[in-house]
């Protein structure tokens, strides 16, 4: 396999990950909440003030727990599901898919190094460290960066969080009430937030240095919710050549921050174990 064939592969099943993971996953805004429009401020700012601010005004949580509406459409699989979450920052995150009468058929849980998944349907579950899913590609894309994706934040890929000293790294270009940031990572994967004059970010690009392949990440709907400002909608598309490829809505509601959450993920002993390998050869099959 050459190195083109090697990052169409990972980036391909990269995206399928994130699909899968986001298909069993709920965030969301609380009921009181009011939608609000996207200010603008033409001022343009230093470096160091744009990100200080954009890390002030991040969306704050130490728990969080949602529940939201997944509307999945890749080729040969479209579905829509009800996913609840529960959320521990910097910790790990707890997805359960719920698609009728109340009934979970899917929970899925991803920690800092671990991934689990427990399929309810067909008796069987994924138990797997991230040192044993490592590629011949290294992205360094990460369980905070894929925090950050799912709560509207700026990340630096492979990073846990973003210091003053690093503001360096990121490229910005202010027009009037826009901004662009850009980075990349270690194998030149380009990764692109659009911004308002509120330091919000709009959207998320992930691009191959060839711009063959995209990850595009729409943050919209933003409403004000426990004094915070958060997206209730995200669309996310992979994208080829500039046409969609598929994608994935999600449609947040009855979220609560800060409040006691417990994590329970018992496996039953007559379930099967397999392989995270397994699953992505499942979702390939299910895209023919």
Request: charged fraction near 25%.
């Amino acid at each position: 396999m050459n190195y083109k064939d090697s990052f169409k592969s990972r980036f391909t099943s990269w995206f399928i990950s994130i699909g899968f993971i986001v298909f069993i996953f709920s965030l969301s805004g609380c009921k009181s909440s009011k939608k609000v429009a996207v200010l603008e401020r033409g001022s343009e700012k230093t470096q160091k003030e744009f990100f200080t601010q954009m890390q002030e005004q991040a969306f704050q949580f130490e728990t969080l727990t949602a529940r939201l509406n997944v509307d999945l459409d890749l080729p040969g699989n479209t579905m829509s599901s009800r996913v609840d979450l529960k959320m521990i920052k910097d910790s790990a995150f707890q997805l359960s898919v719920v698609p009728f009468l109340g009934i979970e058929v899917f929970r899925a849980e991803i920690s800092v190094d671990s991934v689990k998944i427990l399929d309810r349907m067909n008796k069987r579950y994924v138990a797997e460290n991230y040192a044993n899913l490592k590629g011949q590609t290294p992205i360094e894309f990460n369980f905070y960066n894929l925090q950050a994706l799912l709560t509207n934040q700026l990340f630096l890929p492979g990073q846990k969080e973003i210091k003053p000293k690093q503001y360096s790294r990121f490229q910005l270009t202010q027009e009037g009430s826009a901004a662009e940031i850009q980075v990349k990572d270690a194998i030149g994967l380009l990764y692109t937030f659009m911004a308002d004059g509120e330091e919000k970010i709009l959207s998320t690009r992930v691009t191959d240095s060839s711009e063959h392949y995209a990850l595009q990440w729409n943050y919209l709907s933003f409403r004000q919710t426990e004094g915070q400002f958060f997206p209730m909608k995200m669309d996310i598309q992979l994208q080829k050549d500039g046409a969609s490829q598929g994608g994935i809505v999600l449609n947040f509601s009855h979220m609560q921050t800060n409040v006691p959450v417990k994590m329970d993920f018992s496996i039953p002993s007559k379930y099967t174990r397999i392989t995270l390998a397994q699953i992505m050869k499942s979702l390939s099959k299910n895209k023919k």
